[in-house]
């Protein structure tokens, strides 16, 4: 970062931490149970209260407030109470503002509530919610006080909680290397200072060998899925046990200089969508650091994200040399006129310099093509638009559009133009299928077309690699797979009894490499100036690959946020009519963390 940009960045921040205000909250991991119940909840129907659901991670403090509208409703199944119960937990330093009706008035005509504090529950018989079951007898005086946080501290002006993370697995994989396995260990703390500031850190040691096609993947792109800096770990305890090791850092600060706007800044991703996948912002590339600003405006809700990138990993790097930067500002403007309907429209500018942040498009609302123009500049801007409709309280239909660069009469020709870079998404969500409580399904299907998200000017004299591509450390910051594919997918999620969850996953995948040395498309990091031919592309061009993958996941919560994964997976992948098998099976021990699957 520059220290021009670093300096805004920091004059940003005091200047707003000066002002009063009551603090957001640190956000939970979009697989964590709190998001799933808020997601199936919404689109029941349970509340009809106005949250965006597509800002991917829910935030604590909101997630507080929805459990609390919908605490006592009557419609709610016993599995959805506990359901309620555990992220009720999960958010224990917003217990005190759990509202409940005081049960002397029947008819709640008068508007009378009590807080928690102020009502105790005598148990659960009566099908309302045992709120107090969350607290428990403390471990030697001061650990686990309440099921969801290993230590917390709780100060008028301070309040801490302190948790143990890992994630320890096993998985075989028939003809490949026997030890194929995963070693975890870190911490996650949350931390409010004064109610207005808050802070969130998650610290992760591991240790890990993938299985084979991960592993190729890493080879070719010199980066590891989602993580940053690595290198090569050898055990001197086990022999032959190989892999790579790695730091993983999520840490943010955050306030509201006033009511409706908040203010962030740390180092994390982020993802925009109502879908498993994402083709406008994602989590799967590494962390970067960010300044984010939310907006809450009567039925709007208003995201900036300004963030530091790095346009290649750290094994292209020269020795001893910091990693070049690259720069990127995103909007995206939500509209929510009912809380079963949301669209949203997006758009990013990754700027086609290095190390060089470019202000103007600091103006959190003007148009970056307006910019760029009067730059008289040609940055990487790409434009989006999400939608999600819930239906008949059980299905909600969603769907993306991306648009690199469009022109509807090379569409209207079918001509195949290079420049008709677009994407779209179409998915469908149905909740307690067929009238099964929490089982529920999703079907979605991904396409994007060849040279999406790429971008002309190079790294360097002899780099084929663009510095503007839509990445970060040679990870697309939209769907994992980069350009010209077509990907279908069907989830299907059952809670048969409590604390025990079936999880499987199928899905079809056609995708094109490159051949010869030749762009045809899908390497988001290649110059498009490099491509094989102006008309006539094609989705999945060039190197043909069809994956075909199911895979099914039990896992048992044997205490709160701790997990037993059993799982196994079927994997085949036919590349130019050579077929190879990728199948495996294994099980892991998790805790206050979600399962990290590389599934493409």
């Given at each position: 970062?520059?220290?021009?940009?670093?300096?805004?960045?920091?004059?940003?921040?005091?200047?707003?931490?000066?002002?009063?205000?009551?603090?957001?909250?640190?956000?939970?991991?979009?697989?964590?149970?709190?998001?799933?119940?808020?997601?199936?909840?919404?689109?029941?129907?349970?509340?009809?209260?106005?949250?965006?659901?597509?800002?991917?991670?829910?935030?604590?403090?909101?997630?507080?407030?929805?459990?609390?509208?919908?605490?006592?409703?009557?419609?709610?199944?016993?599995?959805?109470?506990?359901?309620?119960?555990?992220?009720?937990?999960?958010?224990?330093?917003?217990?005190?503002?759990?509202?409940?009706?005081?049960?002397?008035?029947?008819?709640?005509?008068?508007?009378i509530f009590r807080t928690?504090?102020?009502?105790?529950?005598?148990?659960?018989?009566?099908?309302?919610?045992?709120?107090?079951?969350?607290?428990?007898?403390?471990?030697?005086?001061?650990?686990?006080?309440?099921?969801?946080?290993?230590?917390?501290?709780?100060?008028?002006?301070?309040?801490?909680?302190?948790?143990?993370?890992?994630?320890?697995?096993?998985?075989?994989?028939?003809?490949?290397?026997?030890?194929?396995?995963?070693?975890?260990?870190?911490?996650?703390?949350?931390?409010?200072?004064?109610?207005?500031?808050?802070?969130?850190?998650?610290?992760?040691?591991?240790?890990?060998?993938?299985?084979?096609?991960?592993?190729?993947?890493?080879?070719?792109?010199?980066?590891?899925?989602?993580?940053?800096?690595?290198?090569?770990?050898?055990?001197?305890?086990?022999?032959?046990?190989?892999?790579?090791?790695?730091?993983?850092?999520?840490?943010?600060?955050?306030?509201?200089?006033?009511?409706?706007?908040?203010?962030?800044?740390?180092?994390?991703?982020?993802?925009?969508?109502?879908?498993?996948?994402?083709?406008?912002?994602?989590?799967?590339?590494?962390?970067?650091?960010?300044?984010?600003?939310?907006?809450?405006?009567?039925?709007?809700?208003?995201?900036?994200?300004?963030?530091?990138?790095?346009?290649?990993?750290?094994?292209?790097?020269?020795q001893y040399e910091i990693?070049?930067?690259?720069?990127?500002?995103?909007?995206?403007?939500?509209?929510?006129?009912?809380?079963?309907?949301?669209?949203?429209?997006?758009?990013?500018?990754?700027?086609?310099?290095?190390?060089?942040?470019?202000?103007?498009?600091?103006?959190?609302?003007?148009?970056?093509?307006?910019?760029?123009?009067?730059?008289?500049?040609?940055?990487?801007?790409?434009?989006?638009?999400?939608?999600?409709?819930?239906?008949?309280?059980?299905?909600?239909?969603?769907?993306?559009?991306?648009?690199?660069?469009?022109?509807?009469?090379?569409?209207?020709?079918?001509?195949?133009?290079?420049?008709?870079?677009?994407?779209?998404?179409?998915?469908?969500?149905?909740?307690?299928?067929?009238?099964?409580?929490?089982?529920?399904?999703?079907?979605?299907?991904?396409?994007?077309?060849?040279?999406?998200?790429?971008?002309?000017?190079p790294l360097n004299e002899?780099?084929?690699?663009?510095?503007?591509?839509?990445?970060?450390?040679?990870?697309?910051?939209?769907?994992?797979?980069?350009?010209?594919?077509?990907?279908?997918?069907?989830?299907?999620?059952?809670?048969?009894?409590?604390?025990?969850?079936?999880?499987?996953?199928?899905?079809?995948?056609?995708?094109?490499?490159?051949?010869?040395?030749?762009?045809?498309?899908?390497?988001?990091?290649?110059?498009?100036?490099?491509?094989?031919?102006?008309?006539?592309?094609?989705?999945?061009?060039?190197?043909?690959?069809?994956?075909?993958?199911?895979?099914?996941?039990?896992?048992?919560?044997?205490?709160?946020?701790?997990?037993?994964?059993?799982?196994?997976?079927?994997?085949?992948?036919?590349?130019?009519?050579?077929?190879?098998?990728?199948?495996?099976?294994?099980?892991?021990?998790?805790?206050?963390?979600?399962?990290?699957?590389?599934?493409?």
């Open positions: 970062m520059s220290c021009k940009s670093l300096v805004f960045y920091i004059i940003i921040f005091i200047a707003g931490s000066l002002q009063y205000g009551i603090a957001q909250s640190p956000r939970f991991e979009r697989q964590s149970l709190s998001q799933i119940s808020y997601n199936r909840l919404q689109i029941l129907g349970i509340s009809d209260s106005i949250y965006t659901s597509s800002k991917g991670n829910l935030d604590r403090k909101n997630a507080a407030e929805f459990f609390n509208n919908i605490l006592q409703n009557e419609s709610l199944s016993e599995k959805d109470k506990k359901d309620v119960l555990h992220c009720i937990a999960d958010n224990y330093e917003h217990k005190h503002q759990i509202v409940i009706f005081d049960e002397t008035d029947k008819n709640k005509q008068n508007g928690q504090d102020e009502l105790e529950f005598a148990g659960d018989s009566d099908g309302s919610i045992d709120i107090n079951s969350i607290d428990r007898q403390p471990i030697l005086t001061y650990f686990y006080q309440n099921k969801a946080n290993f230590f917390d501290i709780k100060t008028p002006s301070f309040e801490l909680y302190l948790n143990p993370v890992f994630d320890f697995g096993f998985t075989e994989q028939p003809a490949y290397d026997p030890y194929v396995f995963q070693n975890t260990r870190g911490i996650e703390l949350r931390a409010y200072i004064d109610k207005k500031v808050y802070v969130y850190t998650r610290l992760l040691e591991n240790q890990r060998h993938f299985t084979d096609f991960v592993t190729d993947r890493i080879s070719k792109f010199q980066a590891i899925p989602g993580q940053g800096s690595f290198k090569g770990f050898s055990s001197g305890v086990v022999d032959n046990l190989t892999g790579y090791d790695y730091f993983n850092t999520v840490a943010y600060i955050g306030f509201n200089p006033i009511k409706s706007i908040s203010v962030e800044f740390g180092h994390d991703n982020h993802f925009i969508g109502d879908g498993y996948r994402s083709l406008l912002l994602s989590d799967y590339a590494s962390n970067y650091l960010y300044l984010k600003l939310d907006w809450k405006l009567w039925k709007f809700r208003y995201q900036n994200i300004f963030s530091e990138l790095s346009p290649i990993s750290i094994i292209q790097s020269p990693l070049p930067r690259k720069y990127a500002a995103t909007h995206y403007l939500t509209f929510i006129p009912h809380h079963n309907f949301e669209v949203g429209v997006f758009e990013t500018v990754v700027f086609g310099r290095e190390n060089h942040f470019e202000f103007q498009y600091l103006n959190p609302v003007i148009f970056y093509r307006s910019i760029e123009h009067s730059l008289n500049s040609s940055d990487n801007v790409i434009l989006g638009l999400n939608v999600r409709w819930n239906v008949l309280k059980r299905f909600s239909l969603y769907g993306q559009i991306v648009l690199d660069e469009f022109k509807l009469s090379e569409v209207q020709k079918a001509s195949g133009w290079w420049a008709n870079k677009f994407g779209y998404q179409a998915g469908l969500k149905y909740i307690n299928a067929f009238g099964i409580d929490h089982l529920d399904l999703q079907l979605e299907s991904n396409v994007v077309r060849p040279y999406t998200y790429t971008h002309w000017q002899v780099s084929e690699n663009s510095v503007a591509s839509y990445s970060n450390y040679n990870q697309p910051l939209a769907h994992i797979l980069g350009a010209s594919f077509d990907e279908k997918i069907l989830l299907i999620r059952y809670v048969p009894i409590n604390k025990i969850t079936l999880t499987a996953k199928g899905m079809i995948t056609k995708y094109g490499e490159d051949k010869d040395g030749l762009n045809y498309g899908n390497n988001i990091l290649l110059n498009y100036n490099l491509r094989t031919s102006d008309y006539g592309n094609f989705v999945a061009q060039g190197v043909k690959n069809t994956i075909v993958s199911a895979g099914l996941t039990v896992s048992y919560e044997f205490l709160h946020n701790f997990c037993i994964d059993l799982y196994g997976n079927y994997r085949t992948r036919d590349r130019e009519s050579v077929k190879s098998d990728h199948h495996a099976y294994g099980f892991r021990v998790r805790a206050n963390i979600a399962a990290l699957d590389y599934d493409y």
